[in-house]
T-cell receptor
Framework: DQQVKQNSPSLSVQEGRISILNCDYT??????FLWYKKYPAEGPTFLIS?????DKNEDGRFTVFLNKSAKHLSLHIVPSQPGDSAVYFC????????????????FGQGTILTVHP | DTAVSQTPKYLVTQMGNDKSIKCEQN?????MYWYKQDSKKFLKIMFS???????INETVPNRFSPKSPDKAHLNLHINSLELGDSAVYFC????????????FGPGTRLTVL
């Protein structure tokens, strides 16, 4: 049972426009969410995060929105640039999970973003 | 300087063989992880070590055995390889256990024939 899902395998956007990547989760115990970006032949790199006590976090061109009631988060990239073309993973964590789940991140399956010049 | 490195980058082997993947981090982090990215592209945690102590152990076959000789290294040994073990394996580290920002290595693509 996948607790974090990214239902759009791919997204294609024109340079300068907004990219919106979506992520849904089922576990109501998740209270910290992250987005990672991955280029081919490289490992994922941390992009931006949000705690469940917030509904928005912004860092430059990247903004993450959290809708807890809908168990949905999204990443907005404005304006999109060709260098943003990558796979984007969302991930979630249960804070203060004890035992063998401490620090465990649950990832979605990723969305391939292509930004066309 | 590479923060989290893995060797080898590619590994092709026959069913039934035993192989190891090595991981090293030079970030001074206390916690290291192994993830498996399967054919459906989900990244799934396998193990986590904090200061050489196992703290996360997901349901993986016991043919997989992590070994942490020191907190900068976490190696993954796989016995009796099976076709289903073919995947990309990522090592990661974080400052401490419970810290959400994890730094990933480039991955090792394992192909079992």
């Amino acid at each position: 049972d996948q607790q974090v899902k990214q239902n759009s395998p791919s997204l294609s956007v024109q340079e300068g426009r907004i990219s919106i990547l979506n992520c849904d989760y089922t576990n109501s115990m998740f209270d910290y969410f992250l987005w990672y970006k991955k280029y081919p032949a490289e490992g994922p790199t941390f992009l931006i995060s949000i705690s469940s006590i917030k509904d928005k976090n912004e860092d430059g061109r990247f903004t993450v929105f959290l809708n807890k009631s809908a168990k949905h988060l999204s990443l907005h990239i404005v304006p999109s640039q060709p260098g943003d073309s990558a796979v984007y993973f969302c991930a979630a964590r249960v804070a203060n999970a004890g035992g063998t789940s401490y620090g465990k991140l649950t990832f979605g399956q990723g969305t391939i973003l292509t930004v066309h010049p | 300087d590479t923060a989290v490195s893995q060797t080898p980058k590619y590994l092709v082997t026959q069913m039934g063989n035993d192989k190891s993947i090595k991981c090293e981090q030079n970030l001074g982090h206390d916690t290291m992880y192994w993830y498996k990215q399967d054919s459906k592209k989900f990244l799934k945690i396998m193990f986590s070590y904090n200061n050489k102590e196992l703290i996360i152990n997901e349901t993986v076959p016991n043919r997989f055995s992590p070994k942490s000789p020191d907190k900068a290294h976490l190696n993954l040994h796989i016995n009796s390889l099976e076709l289903g073990d073919s995947a990309v394996y990522f090592c990661a580290s974080s400052l401490r256990s419970g810290a959400s920002e994890q730094f990933f290595g480039p991955g090792t693509r394992l192909t079992v024939l």
